[in-house]
């Protein structure tokens, strides 16, 4: 008789394309899947967790439906799978690879300590397309400028996803659960959780649906109008392949299959699911990415950094007055998404038009964003700001007003997300009032808030601050 598996899960709540999953059943054994929730689900941000909460849920539910079960325990995870490999006999331990630092913290200290028990413990791949130390420059290095990254993995052969198992084996008798109404992990949404709920569709079915319609529907039309924010123009894989809902194979096989058809936007689209892959082949090789600038000469750059700033708090509330800044910061709020070409646009007004460090933004990214993921977050921050690798250089300041000409002519955008100064605001406009804190103080009949101060003098001060900044660099 062979012992049971403990299918340790964690971003990756689905059935189809999962390594660890098909080789726990190929080992033979009950297969029992477990998620725990460990210092680094405490750690998330309000968003983040209920989004989790909401995966959670429809994992539970699919796994019930195949005779299995999702096992839910809260401690350190090597505690836990102690406890467990003790209650079910279980000889082998099986998950699949996460890449940011904590977690390879973490997974490294319970693999040697698993290991030292006797169990068989093994990783797999599955969450990128190509594992970071996969991937290295002609010199052996890793690399730093997203183009030859490009260059280097367009072409690789990427496996075809594989197919979800038949059967999932039942222990003969299941270890008890927490429940997971009791973990509360979308309490700290408070309100706004029935506002963001309505705007998610967990699950791995949901999941495929929406890659099937966008390659469908959308992906030959992606190049021109993934821009456009109010346009559902684009993918909406990011909160699925933050929660592992998805894979990225599955994805990318989507794009290859679109390019083969002719599809003019597929690539773009491969492109994009590229971008992400870099952000964890950068994160791997560098951590430093997701807590410091990665250039260390930024640590110079006179960044404001007290989140308290009025000016920083109203650019959370969306009240700076800039109407395609505001709006974008209020479609974050309710929906926990944002449009990427929005998430440069208030990326650069932070830090850039009020000079506030690009930390505090990125901590309410994580705070905020359903599909947060610490690199393709830290990254974005640190592209837009300048003191990234890659990074956007420091003179390109967005300007809101011709971005919104440009990406936004007939104001749908901001007309859907802004109710001030509109008679009749739409539903998505009030439902940020639903979901903010009610100390925010804030009404949809209030008037349009005015700009705190003028862009282009803003622009002028990030531009002088930057000549400083750069003037006492060459002194040095
Ligand atoms: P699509 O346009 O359909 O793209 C397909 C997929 O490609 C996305 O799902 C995503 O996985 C990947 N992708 C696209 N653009 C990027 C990019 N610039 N960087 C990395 N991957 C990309 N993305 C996150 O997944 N999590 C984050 O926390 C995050 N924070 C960001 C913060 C800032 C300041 C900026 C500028 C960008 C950030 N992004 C982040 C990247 C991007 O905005 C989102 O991935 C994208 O908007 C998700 O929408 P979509 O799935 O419809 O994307």
């Given amino acids: 008789m062979t012992t049971p598996t ?6 990756d709540l689905r059935l189809s394309d999962h390594a660890a999953l098909e080789a726990a059943v190929a080992r033979g054994g009950p297969v029992i ?18 989004r989790l909460d909401m ?11 195949k005779g299995s079960r999702l096992i839910l325990r809260a401690g350190p995870a090597r505690e836990v799978l102690e406890d467990l490999v003790r209650e079910t006999g279980a000889g082998a331990v099986y998950w699949q690879r996460l890449h940011d630092p904590q977690a390879v913290e973490r997974d490294t200290r319970v693999k040697s300590a698993l290991k030292d028990a006797g169990l068989e413990v093994r990783s797999f791949p599955g969450q990128l397309l190509f594992e970071p130390w996969g991937v290295a420059t002609g010199q052996g290095g890793y690399y730093r400028v997203f183009t030859p990254y490009w260059r280097a993995v367009k ?9 979800a198992p038949a059967d999932l084996p039942a222990p ?14 979308s309490a700290p949404m408070r309100r706004g959780a029935a506002v963001l709920r309505a705007h998610v569709a967990a699950g791995e079915a949901a999941a495929l649906t929406r890659l099937a319609t966008f390659a469908r529907d959308r992906i030959a039309r992606y190049a021109e109008d993934r821009d456009l924010p109010a346009e559902d123009a684009t993918s909406d894989m990011s909160q699925y392949l933050t929660t592992g809902e998805i894979s990225p194979r599955r994805c990318w096989h989507a794009g290859l299959r679109a390019r083969a058809a002719g599809k003019p936007g597929a690539e773009t689209f491969l492109k994009e699911l590229a971008w992400r892959e870099f952000a964890a082949h950068l994160a791997w090789h560098s951590p430093e990415l997701l807590s410091d600038n990665w250039r260390p000469e930024w640590r110079d750059f006179p960044w404001d950094a007290n989140p308290e700033r009025p000016e920083v708090l109203a650019w959370k509330q969306g009240r700076t007055g800039i109407p395609f800044v505001d709006a974008a910061m209020r479609e974050l709020y309710v929906t926990g998404r944002m449009h990427n070409r929005a998430r440069m646009i208030v990326a650069s007004y932070l830090t850039k038009n009020l000079l506030a460090h690009w930390k505090i933004g990125c901590d309410w990214f994580a705070d905020t964003l359903v599909d947060w993921d610490p690199a393709s ?12 690798p890659d990074a956007a250089p420091y003179f390109r300041v ?3 007003e011709t971005q919104a000409e440009k990406f936004d002519p007939d104001r749908i955008y901001r007309r859907r997300w802004l109710a001030e100064g509109q008679a009749q605001p739409p539903d998505t406009a009030l439902a940020f009032y639903q979901a903010i804190p009610r100390s925010w103080q804030l009404a ?7 700009p705190r101060e003028d862009p282009k003098r803003g622009r002028q001060r990030a531009l002088d601050a930057y000549q400083t900044f750069r003037a006492a660099r060459e002194e040095a």
Avoid: C
Wanted: negative net charge; without cysteine; charged residues 20%.
């Fill in 6 to 11: 403990l299918l340790w899960l964690r971003r």
């Fill in 33 to 50: 899947p477990v998620y725990i929730r460990d210092h680094l689900t405490d750690a998330l941000g309000a968003a983040p967790k209920q």
């Fill in 55 to 65: 995966a959670l849920e429809v994992f539970a539910e699919t796994l019930e439906a």
């Fill in 155 to 163: 072409d690789r052969a990427v496996p075809e996803p594989l197919a």
């Fill in 172 to 185: 003969a008798r299941w270890p008890g659960s927490d429940r997971r109404a009791d973990w509360a992990l």
């Fill in 377 to 388: 977050n830290a990254m974005g921050w640190q592209w837009v700001a300048g003191s990234g």
């Fill in 398 to 400: 967005f300007n809101p």
């Fill in 444 to 450: 949809p009949s209030d008037p349009p808030p005015t």
